[in-house]
């Protein structure tokens, strides 16, 4: 059975931060900085030969939801061209709706969950999307699963199900229970890349039945590095950028302390106190 790794996380977290350093990891044969090695990570997208009958109508246009009726299907569907694993990037949350799972245990062999604090969120999310802070806060604290800045919702296999910053954290973390996973946070990527990376490859290894490569995860994190990627972006446009701010900008933790006023920093705090507290996020 073909199973899938998720890399899951809420948008500006550093998923790509992640996939960076799998790719390096698992697919760089040559131990050289190859900027489109993240193309064997991709973003789980619906299959279009599914959806194709309404992919030109009004039917995702007016629900989004309905994307939900293709997901395990989509999965099912997939083609895993080198071993029977396939790693995936998804901001979805792992989210029933109306009895369709995002995915299941038959389908998935395990979860990487990235977090990040959501102050920080706030301001990268925001600069990229170029939105006000406020406009952000709101999207992000909603109780309703909600669908994210989709710009073009006719795509419906780009759509993506987020819900508030708490729910999509909590869904990861405690959804489906029997599907082994790990939980990375943002800023103890910042801290030390190299150790949390090679509790990440033991992790992956012993659920792959694979020896640890102690010198490819340091090849693999000094090619991941935040000024590697930063200084590559600055000579080439970024190819999964769809913005016209920089998608790797600043690479630091507590940038919300210099941006955000104090009733907006209240307001997240608020919202999210229970997990900003058990993240030690506060």
Same mark, same amino acid.
């Given at each position: 059975?073909?199973?899938?790794?998720?890399?899951?996380?809420?948008?500006?977290?550093?998923?790509?931060?992640?996939?960076?350093?799998?790719?390096?990891?698992?697919?760089?044969?040559?131990?050289?900085?190859?900027?489109?090695?993240?193309?064997?990570?991709?973003?789980?997208?619906?299959?279009?030969?599914?959806?194709?009958?309404?992919?030109?109508?009004?039917?995702?246009?007016?629900?989004?939801?309905?994307?939900?009726?293709?997901?395990?299907?989509?999965?099912?569907?997939?083609?895993?061209?080198?071993?029977?694993?396939?790693?995936?990037?998804?901001?979805?949350?792992?989210?029933?709706? =109306?009895?369709?799972?995002?995915?299941?245990?038959?389908?998935?062999?395990?979860?990487?969950?990235?977090?990040?604090?959501?102050?920080?969120?706030?301001?990268?999310?925001?600069?990229?999307?170029?939105? &006000?802070? &406020?406009?952000?806060? =709101?999207?992000?604290?909603?109780?309703?699963?909600?669908?994210? @800045?989709?710009? &073009?919702?006719?795509?419906?296999?780009?759509?993506?199900?987020?819900?508030?910053?708490?729910?999509?954290?909590?869904?990861?973390?405690?959804?489906?229970?029997?599907?082994?996973?790990?939980?990375?946070?943002?800023?103890?990527?910042?801290?030390?890349?190299?150790?949390?990376?090679?509790?990440?490859?033991? @992790?992956?290894?012993?659920?792959?039945?694979?020896?640890?490569?102690?010198?490819?995860?340091?090849?693999?994190?000094?090619?991941?590095?935040?000024?590697?990627?930063?200084? $590559?972006?600055?000579?080439?446009?970024?190819?999964?950028?769809?913005?016209?701010?920089?998608? $790797?900008?600043?690479?630091?933790?507590?940038?919300?302390?210099?941006?955000?006023?104090?009733?907006?920093?209240?307001?997240? =705090?608020?919202?999210?106190?229970?997990?900003?507290?058990?993240?030690?996020?506060?």
């Amino acid at each position: 059975m073909n199973k899938i790794i998720w890399i899951a996380s809420y948008p500006k977290s550093g998923n790509t931060w992640l996939r960076y350093f799998l790719g390096n990891y698992y697919f760089n044969n040559n131990d050289n900085f190859q900027p489109e090695i993240i193309k064997n990570i991709k973003k789980f997208h619906l299959d279009k030969e599914l959806i194709k009958s309404n992919f030109h109508n009004q039917d995702f246009i007016k629900n989004p939801y309905n994307v939900s009726k293709y997901w395990i299907e989509s999965q099912k569907k997939l083609e895993i061209k080198q071993g029977n694993v396939v790693f995936l990037k998804t901001h979805n949350a792992l989210i029933n709706i =109306e009895n369709n799972e995002f995915t299941n245990s038959d389908l998935t062999l395990a979860i990487i969950y990235i977090i990040r604090d959501p102050r920080d969120v706030v301001v990268s999310y925001s600069k990229y999307r170029h939105l &006000d802070y &406020d406009k952000t806060i =709101e999207h992000m604290i909603g109780s309703k699963a909600n669908v994210p @800045f989709v710009r &073009d919702a006719k795509d419906a296999s780009n759509i993506e199900i987020t819900g508030s910053w708490a729910f999509h954290y909590n869904s990861w973390k405690d959804g489906i229970s029997v599907i082994p996973r790990i939980i990375i946070k943002y800023e103890d990527l910042l801290s030390n890349s190299e150790k949390i990376f090679t509790n990440l490859i033991k @992790f992956l290894s012993n659920i792959m039945k694979l020896k640890v490569n102690y010198e490819k995860i340091k090849n693999s994190n000094y090619l991941s590095t935040f000024t590697n990627l930063k200084n $590559f972006e600055l000579k080439n446009k970024f190819f999964e950028n769809n913005s016209s701010e920089n998608f $790797f900008r600043i690479g630091k933790s507590g940038n919300w302390k210099k941006e955000l006023n104090k009733d907006q920093i209240k307001k997240i =705090e608020d919202s999210f106190k229970i997990e900003m507290i058990n993240l030690g996020y506060l």
